[in-house]
């Protein structure tokens, strides 16, 4: 077992992991942070997307020891204050899910991609989600509301409560 | 009395967001995984690696040592009571099919069919000591290509002594709904045009993104079950009918389900174990597959051979139409089992008036993982068959494909029109759907361009796709379902309740598992009740809370299911009305009820439906003899199916020098009657598209030749990305269905059903002129590119499949260029 520090949607925890634990699996049955979801085994997908001090990763593709002293932030962790971050406004405005379960990926990516590109084109969207596989909406409404959130204040917003901003525990 | 009350505004037709979404978008999600229980074990499962082998010897000895091991278990440790999966549709009285243990302890008949269990504390620690468990098996020869397979050269089964389940036919003559298509393809051979072609429906696999899950708690007087399954009250029928449970003893629950497409319409052995598991040990247990596992053991889709056979004079009007299908069942007859085929029987007609059919469809065992429904579940390959006939007849001809099918088409005026195949087609109009939708595709516009092209020789060719289908949903009539031998009914049940506080509490009998029924019928009883779309609660996928119901498939949820709820809801104001003259000292004939209240005709007194609620609640002033209760129940049984139609036309460019396939512009118009929300029917077309589009492009189960699955990751079954697709362009004509109150007509499967043909058209119209009149599916750049330059449909995938395993295996499996791949599947 190893230790880790690290702050997760704005708050700081530790914990002794297995040193195999991929971070998912640590976001998940140790932190309980179940909005992050599994869709493959090969890195794939991209169900598992969150961001690592502030940058898209595949959870999955990471052990959780790596996460060490670095600050996580998941799909529950977006929105700020009870106010949805633009871009989870905009999948809900463009119909942009269904089953709802590559949204957590989906969006987390979205939001990624916004900040290194505040206004994509339709085929710069779909290059930068190409990681994230959807099999309900066939990515039409996807596109659609990244579209949608790039013009309704969701350009270079990366969301979520950083540690700064949390009082210390 | 109040004397007003704000009446909503109307919701059927509004493009609501939905109430689904909040949970969803935020991460606040219940998905079967996500479940944790005091006490809970987590199962790993052993898998056979072999298609065919006998099991010799199982030691679990070492595994059981292992650390935080509570249990390994085979099947011989549960024998009967661990149930079997079972066939729900035995589609002949004379239909083999083997006895499917969810965990055999002689036999294995597919790689990737469980052998033993190992319960753990954690789920690391049991897939650990799975590595640990040691299974000697014998391997036998494997039934693998489908044509070999129903020549019985090797048995899959060979206690069964064939792999031939069930020859299931239907005959126009026979049925008397038709002539005699022998007859008609006779006469065709000497003064008219036969067509004749052979396709391959490719094995697909549904792919839903939330893996398989089934937590199973066994303490309490009931026993629980979450599943992520699309079916939870035939979940619970079928675990109480083979495993000895009382049924009033399981409760079944589908919490938040991450995708189905006919995927999680299944009964699992990995269900069925975890079961077992917990009623062993009385212990909570969950199962979480890996996506290796889910492509591998889930069910798969389509896998058939269609050798068709269609008569036409010379003017073009088809004569007859001749259906004779192998269709691959795989190892086990599954819960809809060869009954997915029979689902197209009657639907290779299509929208056209032939005088003469026949169905014929051999069902065959083979060693690999077993099929079943998957998104349009027979009707895709039904339409793929007769769309793709269509285009072919046009090009025999030398006309327009629009103009061939407009030609053998029923019109508006025939409405509605008895089918050569029997059915009841209740309303349609395929002129006007045709017409929108080649103004909005720019057709002529189109077909000018290509015709530029091919003029000027370009190395990118453009071709256009035509479709226009129909199916049959909905399912479905009870009667009908028992006439076809199907081991359940096809109605639907509702269950609307009033609460004190005025609140509707609305329980369903479908399952969603994305569609978003939560605001599809929030807004029908809106509307229908009069109260606000915020105060109608959808309660579903929980046999205690929505005890009555026959699930989600075959676009039946709003058909049927809304059905169901319109007339639940209705009971409810017909319950209030005594009430409310009561109330309003009136008689009952001279209320009105709209907009949420009963008014006294030609007064301004009034009484909201509301209010009646809470009247009802504290009993105090009701009339004699009126139960203090709003509450309704109604169940659905539809008199006939649902017939969406929808004109799909579709451009690809093709590169002649590579075979690169790209899409350029894809336009659909689909009249499914009256919409509820024009919002999820968008999503629910363009997802469908892409399933369909994926079929004739991309995806592809694909098995080696010692029948393991080489497609088993995401690595390698090719699911298209946000990069490989386009926007669509879609719009609506309208026939309300008149077989439901709401006129609506399903749309789940549309997409994915239109779709397929439209794109093959599309491609091989571009590389025509080259001499091609057919591409196998999928049209991979290397299948396109051997077409062209052989004039072959492009050879099989499984050679091709080959050097990602064995280097410089690749040039020995595949094809030579020129052969047909409709010489079978592995060469």
Redesign the interface.
């Known amino acids: 077992m190893t230790r880790i520090n690290l702050t997760v949607d704005g708050a700081r925890v530790s914990d002794d992991v ?1 040193p ?1 634990t991929l971070l998912v ?1 640590y976001l ?1 049955e140790q932190l ?11 890195s ?2 991209g ?1 598992c997307t969150v961001h690592l001090d502030g940058t898209s990763v595949k959870s999955c593709n990471m052990l959780a020891v790596q996460a060490d002293g670095h600050e996580v932030t ?3 962790g ?2 700020t204050d009870g106010e ?1 971050h633009p871009v ?1 406004e905009a ?3 463009c ?1 942009g ?8 990926g989906m ?1 987390m990516q979205s939001v990624d991609l916004l900040k290194e590109n505040p206004h994509p084109s ?1 085929e710069e ?3 930068g ?16 509301a990244v579209q949608h959130a790039a013009e309704h204040g969701g350009a270079g917003q990366s969301g979520g409560k950083h540690a700064a901003e949390v009082p210390a525990s | 009395m109040t004397a007003t009350q704000e009446r909503p505004a109307a919701e059927i037709g509004r493009d609501r967001r939905r109430k689904e979404d909040q949970r969803l978008i935020t991460g606040r999600t219940r998905w079967t995984d996500n479940i944790v229980l005091p006490g809970m074990l987590h199962l790993a499962m052993v898998r056979s690696p072999f298609a065919h082998a006998r099991i010799t010897a199982i030691d679990t000895s070492a595994a059981k040592q292992a650390t935080n091991v509570v249990g390994v278990f085979t099947g011989a440790d549960f024998g009967e009571s661990l149930g079997v999966n079972i066939n729900a549709w035995p589609i002949t009285p004379d239909q083999v099919a083997p006895v499917h243990s969810p965990m055999p302890t002689d036999r294995v008949a597919f790689a990737g069919e469980v052998v033993a269990v190992v319960v753990a504390r954690s789920a690391a620690e049991a897939r650990d000591a799975a590595e640990l468990v040691d299974v000697d098996y014998d391997e036998l020869p494997a039934a693998l290509d489908l044509k070999a397979a129903a020549a019985d050269e090797v048995l899959a089964h060979p206690d069964l002594g064939t792999n031939k389940s069930a020859l299931w036919r239907f005959d126009s003559a026979e049925a008397g709904t038709g002539g005699n298509v022998d007859e008609a393809i006779a006469k065709a051979r000497t003064d008219g045009i036969v067509i004749e072609r052979e396709y391959r429906q490719q094995r697909l696999i549904p792919a839903f993104m939330e893996p398989r899950s089934v937590v199973v708690d066994p303490t309490g007087e009931q026993l629980t079950m979450w599943s992520a399954t699309q079916i939870p009250h035939i979940l619970r029928f079928a675990l109480a009918a083979t495993t000895g449970v009382p049924e009033s003893k399981i409760r079944v629950i589908a919490p938040d389900v991450g995708g189905g497409f006919g995927g999680k319409l299944q009964t699992t052995p990995e269900e069925w174990i975890a079961w077992a598991v917990a009623r062993r040990l009385g212990k909570p247990v969950k199962y979480t597959e890996t996506r290796s596992e889910s492509l591998l053991s889930g069910h798969h889709g389509r896998d058939q051979w269609q050798k068709l056979t269609l008569s036409a004079e010379k003017d073009g009007t088809v004569t007859g139409f001749k259906v004779e299908l192998l269709a691959d069942l795989g190892a086990y007859v599954s819960l809809v089992g060869g009954g997915v085929p029979v689902l197209g029987a009657f639907m290779f007609n299509a929208i056209y008036k032939f005088p003469a059919y026949q169905f014929n469809c051999q069902t065959v065992l083979t060693n690999k993982t077993w099929t079943d429904a998957y998104r349009g579940a027979g009707r895709p390959e039904a339409t793929f068959a007769i769309e793709r006939m269509m285009t072919e007849l046009a090009a025999e001809l030398g006309v327009d494909p629009l103009e061939i099918r407009e030609k053998n088409w029923i019109t508006h005026e025939e409405f509605p029109f008895t089918t050569v195949a029997g059915l009841e087609y209740d309303s349609g109009n395929y002129e006007a759907a045709t017409a929108r939708a080649k103004e909005l595709f720019g057709y002529d516009e189109l077909r000018a361009e290509q015709r530029r092209r091919r003029e000027a020789g370009d190395t990118v060719q453009l071709g256009i796709g035509v479709s226009t289908f129909t199916e049959m949903c909905g399912l479905a009539p009870s009667r009908v379902l028992g006439q076809l031998d199907y081991g359940a009914g096809g109605w639907e049940h509702a269950s609307v309740r009033m609460t004190a506080t005025g609140k509707v509490e609305v329980a369903v009998g479908v399952s969603p598992h994305g569609q978003g029924h939560e605001t599809a019928f929030s807004q029908i009883v809106a509307d229908r009740l009069g109260v606000p779309f915020e105060d109608v609660e959808i309660l579903h996928g929980d046999t205690q809370i929505s005890h009555k119901g026959l699930d989600t498939y075959g676009s039946r949820s709003l058909v049927v299911g809304g059905e169901a709820v319109v007339r639940a809801a209705d009971k409810v104001i017909e319950k209030a009305r005594p009430i409310a003259a009561h109330l309003l000292e009136a008689s009952v004939d001279d209320l009105e009820f709209a907009g949420g209240r009963f008014t006294v005709r030609g007064t301004d007194q009034g009484v909201g439906i509301g209010e009646l609620a809470t009247a009802v609640f504290t009993a105090h002033n009701l009339p004699d003899g009126v139960e203090p209760s709003l509450d309704s129940d109604a169940t659905f049984d539809p008199v006939n199916f649902n017939y969406p139609h929808g004109t799909h036309l579709c451009a690809m460019e093709v590169d002649t020098e590579t075979g690169q396939v790209r899409m350029r512009k894809y336009t659909c118009v689909d009249d499914i009657g009256n919409i509820i929300n024009p919002l999820i029917v968008s999503g629910q077309v363009h997802g469908g598209l892409v399933q369909g589009i994926a079929q004739a492009l991309w995806e592809e189960a694909v098995y080696d030749d010692a029948g393991t699955l080489v497609s088993g990751s995401f690595v390698d079954y090719l699911l298209p990305t946000a990069a490989d697709t386009i926007s669509f362009e879609i719009d609506h004509t309208t026939s309300p269905a008149t077989t439901n109150t709401l006129g609506t007509k399903g749309v789940g499967e549309a997409g994915t059903i239109a779709s397929t043909p439209a794109v093959v058209n599309a491609v091989v119209d571009a590389v025509r002129h080259l001499g091609v009149d057919d591409i196998t599916m999928p049209c991979t750049p290397e299948r396109v590119w051997r077409a062209i330059n052989a004039a072959g449909s492009g050879g099989t995938t499984e050679g091709a499949a080959m050097p990602h395993f064995e280097a410089g295996g690749a040039a020995g499996n595949q094809e030579t260029p020129g052969a047909s791949s409709t010489q079978g599947g592995l060469q």
Do not use: M, S, W
Not at chain 1, 129 to 144: A, D, F, P, W
């Open positions: 297995e195999r699996h998940r309980g942070k179940t909005g992050t979801v599994i869709g493959c085994d090969t794939n997908c169900a998941t799909i529950e977006l929105a949805l989870q999948f809900r405005e119909h899910l269904q089953c709802g379960y590559c949204t957590p969006i339709e969207i779909r290059l989600l190409e990681g994230n596989l959807c099999r309900c909406t066939g990515y039409h409404n996807i596109v659609k």
